[in-house]
T-cell receptor, first 114, second 109 residues
Framework: ETGVTQTPRHLVMGMTNKKSLKCEQH?????MYWYKQSAKKPLELMFV???????ENNSVPSRFSPECPNSSHLFLHLHTLQPEDSALYLC?????????????FGPGTRLTVL | AQRVTQPEKLLSVFKGAPVELKCNYS??????LFWYVQYSRQRLQLLLR??SRESIKGFTADLNKGETSFHLKKPFAQEEDSAMYYC???????????FGKGTKLSVKP
């Protein structure tokens, strides 16, 4: 699959579990993003990585821990989540600092926390 | 504070009718605005950006700085236009996007 891929597509976890979401892009982009999409709120930017360095952390609880080992891969490590963390988690990538740059989105991981 | 407002959660029209999806923004800098669309079971994707002044799938959007609006319009809606539409504002030089809550467009036959 080309573009931005995310695995798993669906995840059900208990509050005490540890799991990770994976995102991969094959577009040659140098920036990657994690968003949270829940039913009652707008799409929320969680983290931004530019050239593998975290440049943005929008007051996200520490139970979410991102990792960007290289410009093509992005992880979101999950630990002791709450039921209200259930949402669709979207990954995106772009060319950072390019004027009017387009962000390309993955299909998302639907997370359910029991 | 930067903010994007889409006042309508749901907009329902009949095929062939004109459609306008409203978007207002709040931003002290020079705005860069986008419309993203998410069709059923597909990923979120860019529809158009204001700088391009283009028409995509018959949709256009004009940036009105006086009214701080970037409404999306199409003169004749088609059933395949049914989707979620998100207005987004790019802030700063880093390129972060702020999204509105989205409007679900339903085009009935």
């Amino acid at each position: 699959e080309t573009g931005v891929t995310q695995t798993p597509r669906h995840l059900v976890m208990g509050m005490t579990n540890k799991k990770s979401l994976k995102c991969e892009q094959h577009l040659g982009h140098n920036a990657m993003y994690w968003y949270k999409q829940s039913a009652k709120k707008p799409l929320e930017l969680m983290f931004v990585y530019s050239l593998e360095e975290r440049v943005e952390n929008n007051s996200v609880p520490s139970r979410f821990s991102p990792e960007c080992p290289n410009s093509s891969h992005l992880f979101l490590h999950l630990h002791t989540l709450q039921p209200e963390d259930s949402a669709l988690y979207l990954c995106a990538s772009s060319v950072r600092d390019a004027a009017y740059n387009e962000q390309f989105f993955g299909p998302g991981t639907r997370l359910t926390v029991l | 504070a930067q903010r994007v407002t889409q006042p309508e959660k749901l907009l329902s029209v009949f095929k062939g009718a004109p459609v306008e999806l409203k978007c207002n923004y709040s931003y002290s800098g020079s705005p860069e605005l986008f419309w993203y669309v998410q069709y059923s079971r597909q990923r979120l994707q860019l529809l158009l950006r204001h700088i391009s002044r283009e028409s995509i799938k018959g949709f256009t959007a004009d940036l009105n700085k006086g009214e701080t609006s970037f409404h999306l319009k199409k003169p004749f809606a088609q059933e395949e236009d049914s989707a979620m539409y998100y207005c987004a504002l790019r802030i700063g030089s880093q390129g972060n996007l702020i999204f509105g809550k989205g409007t679900k467009l339903s085009v009935k036959p």
